[in-house]
C-alpha cells in the first residue's frame, strides 16, 4: 500500500485520488494582465478543493503540443503567488508542474509538496535539486519536445519503451540521493503519443506497477478522448471520467483531472464497490 510523505504531513494512496489541473497561463482573450490570471487561478483552487480535490497542480508552463516556452521570470511570477495562496488558505497537497530547478526550490519554499516533471528531471540541475528537496516526484515519459512530439511519434514497443525509460530515470533518481518513497510514475498520456499508443498504454497500465511505484495518469480532455469520440474540448466529459476510471480499475493511484466534483463521484462509487469486496 502506498502513501506520500512531505515534510510532517502523509496522503495515503489506499484508493484512487484526484489531482485538480491549475492553469496559471495567461488568457488572450483577456487583457487584465498577471494580476487576472492570478485571481482566476485562486478560485479556482477554492472551487476544486470544495469539490474533494486531494491535491492541486499548479503550472505556469503550458507544456500543450505546439506551445511557446516561457521563461523561468515568467513562470515564478505566474506560480509562486498562487502556491503562497493556497498554501496559507488550504490544507491541500500542493504540486508544482515544472521541469526548471528554480522554480522547483521557490515552489517548494512557498509550499509545494509535490514535483510534478514532465520532462522526469532531464533539464540541468533539476535532479539535484529535487533530491536535496527530498519530496515526491512524479517522472513522466514524453517522447521528443511538446514543440514537435505529436509529428509521428513512433515506437517499436510502446509499453516496454515507456517502462524502460522510466525504469531510467527512476535509477538516476536513486544515484542522486533520492528515496525510493519518494517516486512516482506516469506514462504521459498524449506526449509523443498516438491515439493506438495511448489506448496501448491504457490497456497495459498494469505493466508499469512492475516497477512497484504508484502511478499517476492525466487524460482528462486529450486527444485520445477527443479524437477518438469527434468531441471539441468542451465536450469530452464523458470520455474522460471513463478513462479516469478505468486508470483507476488498473490500479492508478492518482488522476490528474479538470472536472474534479464529477471525477470525485465517479470515483467514490468506485471505491465503495471495491470495499465491499472485503464484506
Ligand atoms: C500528464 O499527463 N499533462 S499538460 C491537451 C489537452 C488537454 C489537456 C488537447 N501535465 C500531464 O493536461 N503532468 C500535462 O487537450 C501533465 N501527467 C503529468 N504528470 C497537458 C494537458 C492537456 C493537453
Redesign the pocket.
Given at each position: 500500500m502506498f502513501e506520500l510523505k512531505s515534510g510532517d504531513k502523509t496522503l495515503s494512496l489506499a484508493s484512487p485520488i484526484v489531482m485538480a489541473?491549475i492553469n496559471v497561463t495567461p488568457d488572450s482573450f483577456s487583457d487584465g494582465g498577471q494580476h487576472h490570471s492570478f485571481e482566476k487561478a485562486c478560485a479556482q483552487v477554492d472551487k476544486v478543493i470544495s469539490q474533494g480535490a486531494a491535491i492541486v497542480?499548479i503550472?505556469g508552463e503550458s507544456?500543450?503540443?505546439g506551445a511557446a516556452s516561457v521563461s523561468e521570470e515568467e513562470e515564478l511570477a505566474r506560480v509562486i503567488p498562487v502556491i503562497e495562496y493556497t498554501a496559507k488558505n488550504h490544507d491541500v497537497w500542493i504540486s508544482i508542474?515544472t521541469s526548471k530547478p528554480q522554480v522547483m526550490e521557490q515552489a517548494v519554499a512557498a509550499g509545494a509538496h509535490i514535483i510534478?516533471d514532465?520532462r522526469a528531471l532531464q533539464e540541468p540541475g533539476a535532479l539535484a535539486m529535487a533530491a536535496m528537496l527530498d519530496v515526491p516526484v512524479?517522472l513522466?515519459h514524453m517522447q521528443g519536445q511538446p514543440q514537435d512530439m505529436q509529428d509521428s511519434p513512433e515506437y517499436d514497443n510502446v509499453i516496454q519503451q515507456v517502462n524502460d525509460f522510466l525504469s531510467l530515470r527512476v535509477d538516476y533518481c536513486l544515484a542522486a540521493g533520492m528515496s525510493r518513497e519518494n517516486i512516482i510514475l506516469?506514462p504521459?498520456?498524449?506526449?509523443g503519443k498516438t491515439l493506438e499508443h495511448n489506448y496501448q498504454l491504457l490497456a497495459k497500465l498494469p505493466e508499469l506497477h512492475s516497477l512497484h511505484f504508484p502511478v499517476?495518469?492525466?487524460?482528462?480532455?486529450?486527444?485520445m478522448i477527443?479524437d477518438l469520440l469527434q468531441r471539441d474540448?468542451n465536450n469530452r466529459l464523458a470520455g474522460s471520467l471513463a478513462g479516469a476510471m478505468i486508470a483507476a480499475q488498473q490500479g492508478a493511484q492518482i488522476l490528474?483531472v479538470h472536472d474534479v466534483e464529477e471525477t470525485v463521484d465517479a470515483l467514490t462509487v468506485m471505491s465503495a464497490t471495491m470495499a465491499s469486496l472485503h464484506n
Amino acid at each position: 500500500m502506498f502513501e506520500l510523505k512531505s515534510g510532517d504531513k502523509t496522503l495515503s494512496l489506499a484508493s484512487p485520488i484526484v489531482m485538480a489541473i491549475i492553469n496559471v497561463t495567461p488568457d488572450s482573450f483577456s487583457d487584465g494582465g498577471q494580476h487576472h490570471s492570478f485571481e482566476k487561478a485562486c478560485a479556482q483552487v477554492d472551487k476544486v478543493i470544495s469539490q474533494g480535490a486531494a491535491i492541486v497542480d499548479i503550472g505556469g508552463e503550458s507544456t500543450r503540443p505546439g506551445a511557446a516556452s516561457v521563461s523561468e521570470e515568467e513562470e515564478l511570477a505566474r506560480v509562486i503567488p498562487v502556491i503562497e495562496y493556497t498554501a496559507k488558505n488550504h490544507d491541500v497537497w500542493i504540486s508544482i508542474d515544472t521541469s526548471k530547478p528554480q522554480v522547483m526550490e521557490q515552489a517548494v519554499a512557498a509550499g509545494a509538496h509535490i514535483i510534478n516533471d514532465v520532462r522526469a528531471l532531464q533539464e540541468p540541475g533539476a535532479l539535484a535539486m529535487a533530491a536535496m528537496l527530498d519530496v515526491p516526484v512524479c517522472l513522466m515519459h514524453m517522447q521528443g519536445q511538446p514543440q514537435d512530439m505529436q509529428d509521428s511519434p513512433e515506437y517499436d514497443n510502446v509499453i516496454q519503451q515507456v517502462n524502460d525509460f522510466l525504469s531510467l530515470r527512476v535509477d538516476y533518481c536513486l544515484a542522486a540521493g533520492m528515496s525510493r518513497e519518494n517516486i512516482i510514475l506516469d506514462p504521459g498520456f498524449g506526449f509523443g503519443k498516438t491515439l493506438e499508443h495511448n489506448y496501448q498504454l491504457l490497456a497495459k497500465l498494469p505493466e508499469l506497477h512492475s516497477l512497484h511505484f504508484p502511478v499517476l495518469v492525466g487524460l482528462s480532455r486529450k486527444s485520445m478522448i477527443g479524437d477518438l469520440l469527434q468531441r471539441d474540448i468542451n465536450n469530452r466529459l464523458a470520455g474522460s471520467l471513463a478513462g479516469a476510471m478505468i486508470a483507476a480499475q488498473q490500479g492508478a493511484q492518482i488522476l490528474r483531472v479538470h472536472d474534479v466534483e464529477e471525477t470525485v463521484d465517479a470515483l467514490t462509487v468506485m471505491s465503495a464497490t471495491m470495499a465491499s469486496l472485503h464484506n
